[in-house]
């Protein structure tokens, strides 16, 4: 295993993607995020090596390295803290919006293979559009916070008879006490 090893650097960035990691670095309320996004930018904009950002930041090479990596195959999102067991993720706004447009949409209006939402559904929908994985619970308590109360689907018989409510209520017969 002899020969350098080829220096990982981020590539200059877009202004799409440099206004990106701007705003997650001043955004973020978690200050491991603002620490990665800042690698990145030191990487990206004073071109500086693995060793030299972990000195600025107060990480080892290593940690550097593997947020580097990530960005580099994953872009911003790579950057956030990985769904960890227990409690689930604090629903952003961003995530809110998300949900509420969802739910307001035909499920294959968004190209989707069934026509209609389930807690499960829009948990799954949502993780694959914000990279937020929630448990069905949340996704319930988000709608009902929006006055959206999600029951299970009522499969309702009906017929095109016109006498059918009357036969209808006449097969429920009350029961004898």
């Known amino acids: ?18 206004a990106a990691l701007e705003q997650l670095y001043r955004r973020t309320k978690l200050p491991r995020v603002r620490t ?13 090596k693995a060793e030299e950002i972990a000195v600025i930041v107060r990480e080892s090479a290593v940690t550097v390295l593997t947020w580097l ?15 960890r067991a227990g409690r ?17 949409r035909r499920p294959r209006s968004l190209g989707l293979a069934f026509s209609m939402w ?4 829009l948990a799954d929908d949502l993780a694959e559009k914000t990279g937020l ?8 308590r ?9 029951s299970r689907p009522q ?17 429920k017969k009350p029961e004898m006490g």
């Not at 990665?36 to 500086?48: F, G, Y």
């Open 36 to 48: 990665r996004a800042q690698m990145v930018l030191l990487s990206a904009e004073q071109r500086l």
């Open 1 to 18: 295993m002899g020969g350098m090893k080829k220096a990982i650097r981020v590539p200059p960035l877009t202004e799409e993607q440099h």
């Open 133 to 140: 994985r929630v448990s069905d619970e949340t996704i319930r």
């Open 142 to 150: 988000e709608l009902a916070k929006e006055g959206i109360v999600f």
């Open 88 to 104: 689930s993720a604090i629903v952003t706004e961003e995530f809110r919006k998300s949900l509420l447009e969802s739910v307001r």
């Open 155 to 171: 499969h309702t018989i009906s017929s095109p008879d016109p006498e059918y409510q009357v036969k209808k209520r006449r097969w």
């Open 118 to 121: 389930t807690l499960q559904r």
């Open 69 to 83: 990596k990530r960005y580099l195959a994953e872009g911003i999102e790579g950057l956030q803290d990985a769904p």
